[in-house]
């Protein structure tokens, strides 16, 4: 009488040892050569330098007193019709390395471009605000970019 004593399978479980040894090899190669190169978002600093710009030119034509009569300097250029006037105290405000458009709107108007208008070079970030005077609400925005480089 014969006994045949059955193991398990030695050879299945040697090549199920090499599949996953090759599958860890190829996948392990493929991560190392396939490479996905993501950009970096833009940064919110070079954003917020803008706006900070923006909102302190503002802070400057409100704070700034009047020469003959009203609040201040930005609402005296208002009230006076000089548009121009308006703008060009703001833009001669901005700090070096920093440039914007003026747009000016009167109640529901339309925003109409004074001042020096110039051609934003990259990115542009829009600044507003509301100005009274007398019975009139004046929108002022200041499309503000950076020149030179500048952040």
């Known amino acids: 009488m014969r006994v045949i004593i059955l193991h398990g399978d030695d050879n299945a479980q040697i090549h199920i040892l090499e599949m996953l040894t090759l599958f860890w ?10 490479r996905i190169d993501v950009p970096d978002s833009r940064s919110v600093a070079h954003d917020a330098s ?3 710009a923006g909102e302190s030119v503002f802070q400057y034509g409100l704070g700034l007193e009047a020469e003959i009569s ?3 300097r930005l ?8 548009n121009d006037g308006a703008c060009a ?6 700090i070096a390395g920093k440039e914007a458009n003026c747009w000016l709107a009167k109640n529901s108007a339309t925003a ?3 001042g020096l208008v110039g051609t934003p ?3 542009t970030v829009s600044v507003h605000h509301l100005v009274t005077v007398n019975d009139d609400i004046w929108t002022v925005s ?3 970019w950076n020149i030179g480089g500048g952040a």
Do not use: K, R, W
Not at 25 to 34: E, H, V
Not at 75 to 82: P, Q, V
Not at 89 to 94: K, M
């Open 142 to 144: 200041l499309t503000l």
């Open 75 to 82: 609402t005296e250029l208002l009230s006076n019709a000089d």
């Open 89 to 94: 105290l703001l833009q001669d405000a901005l």
């Open 70 to 72: 009203g609040e201040n």
């Open 112 to 114: 109409n471009p004074y």
């Open 121 to 123: 070079a990259g990115n």
């Open 50 to 52: 803008l706006e900070a």
């Open 25 to 34: 090899l190829f996948f392990m190669s493929a991560t190392f050569l396939i």
